[in-house]
């Protein structure tokens, strides 16, 4: 099945922040080595990075960058994105189009709204959808604790794919599979 990493919101503006995202380390590693195994499977590497003028992640500032722990190829690319869902005024469905994509492997920040409203619409566009489940996080909220928002959504998302007709999966990136597929070249 023809893949695609999505990176999402892995900017310095969130993991740099006091405090940084629950888990905030072992996210990044997770997704280098997501990365490193996607891009020797020939699968691209997508990072969407969200941007909001006069906003600490205004497109171009220090903070809107990706954070310098990633470990970023020239082959990847970096995709703008204006609202929590990656697909909307942005290009992913053109290059998903122009790959042959079937499949999204999704990962970053946050759980409860960017990586959650884009699997949401993944799922609904009839893609499948792999969750990492180790490999997306938050912050803490008055409500509940990031740790509980990521395992509510662990639990939850692969629900919608149900509901959807499609599939969603939330897998530790251990398990995740990047088959030999398409290259971004």
Same mark, same amino acid.
Request: proline share 4%; hydrophobic share 45%; glycine share 6%.
């Given at each position: ?12 503006? +969130? ?14 590693? %997770?997704?280098?080595? =997501? ?7 020939? &699968? ?7 941007? %909001? #003028?006069?906003?600490? *992640? ?8 990706? $954070? ?9 690319? @970096?995709?703008? !994105? &204006? ?12 290059? =998903?189009?122009?790959?042959? +994509?079937?499949?999204?492997? @999704? %990962? ?5 709204? %960017? +990586? $959650? ?11 499948? @959808? ?6 997306? &996080? ?12 990521? &395992?509510?959504?662990?639990?939850? *998302?692969?629900? @919608? ?11 530790? #990136?251990?398990?995740?599979?990047? $088959? !030999? $597929?398409?290259?971004?070249?």
């Amino acid at each position: 099945m023809k893949s695609i990493l999505l990176i999402i919101d892995a900017q310095r503006g +969130v993991f740099e922040s006091t405090p940084p995202p629950h888990d905030a380390a072992a996210v990044l590693s %997770c997704i280098n080595g =997501l990365s490193e195994r996607a891009r020797a499977a020939g &699968t691209p590497v997508v990072f969407a990075q969200h941007e %909001c #003028a006069g906003s600490p *992640l205004e497109y171009g500032s220090e903070k809107w960058a990706l $954070d310098c722990r990633l470990h970023v190829d020239e082959r990847d690319v @970096v995709l703008r !994105k &204006t609202t929590p869902d990656a697909f909307l005024r942005s290009e992913l469905s053109s290059l =998903l189009e122009m790959w042959a +994509v079937e499949q999204l492997i @999704v %990962c970053g920040y946050a759980s409860e709204f %960017c +990586v $959650d409203t884009t699997t949401r619409r993944a799922a609904a566009l009839g893609f499948s @959808v792999v969750l990492v489940a180790d490999g997306h &996080t938050t912050h803490d909220k008055a409500h509940a604790s990031a740790e509980q928002i990521r &395992t509510h959504h662990n639990a939850t *998302l692969p629900n @919608v794919g149900l509901v959807f007709g499609g599939s969603v999966k939330a897998l530790w #990136a251990r398990d995740v599979v990047f $088959d !030999k $597929d398409v290259g971004a070249d």
